[in-house]
């Protein structure tokens, strides 16, 4: 039973997380709160591992998931519920939008598609952000802004936008470099 709500959590999330792996964030985030798989601080390490780590973040987070949860199994159960609504769809697109490649109604669905999946992004970016440089759930905003967390991302900014000579930086360079900083800071 387990293998199947594994499954299912999954694919609804690779059904309707429309516009990539950070999409995917919000579903996670719910599905944490739902079947107590993991917590939304756990949320925010797979987040951060994910974006170090070769792959998609849906696909990494859904695999840490099925193996922490289900073992090996768990983890290409969880990975192929996430994966298969993709394919499916593809699939059938394939198929069938060469016959309506030029069809108002298609045309428009797609351009109302781009705005959903710039939402859902900026709504997993805010999540993050709150995990990052918030601290607690009670209190003032104010009082519960992690100083270091902003120091690092002020820091971060300020030599990879406005620093001629670091802007041209491999950006799994920053990556790594921020994750020394936290380590170091935290």
Request: positive net charge; proline residues 5%; contains cysteine.
């Given at each position: ?14 059904l ?33 591992v ?40 593809i ?66 900014y ?29």
């Amino acid at each position: 039973m387990l293998y199947l709500r594994l499954f299912w959590e999954f694919f609804k999330t690779g059904l309707f997380a429309v516009g990539g792996g950070l999409a995917t964030l919000p579903f996670l985030s719910a599905m944490a709160d739902q079947t107590g798989w993991f917590t939304q601080r756990e949320l925010a390490d797979m987040i951060a591992v994910s974006e170090s780590t070769p792959g998609p973040i849906g696909v990494n987070s859904a695999t840490y998931v099925g193996f922490t949860v289900g073992g090996l199994p768990g983890a290409v159960i969880a990975t192929l519920g996430l994966i298969t609504p993709s394919v499916i769809i593809i699939l059938t697109i394939a198929i069938l939008l060469r016959s309506f490649q030029n069809n108002r109604f298609v045309v428009t669905v797609f351009r109302f598609l781009r705005p959903a999946s710039v939402a859902l992004i900026a709504s997993a970016g805010i999540s993050v952000a709150k995990i990052a440089f918030l601290s607690g759930d009670s209190g003032s905003l104010l009082a519960r802004l992690e100083p270091r967390a902003l120091a690092i991302a002020a820091a971060v900014y300020v030599l990879s936008a406005c620093i001629p000579k670091t802007k041209k930086l491999h950006p799994i360079l920053w990556i790594a470099l921020s994750a020394i900083a936290g380590i170091l800071i935290f």
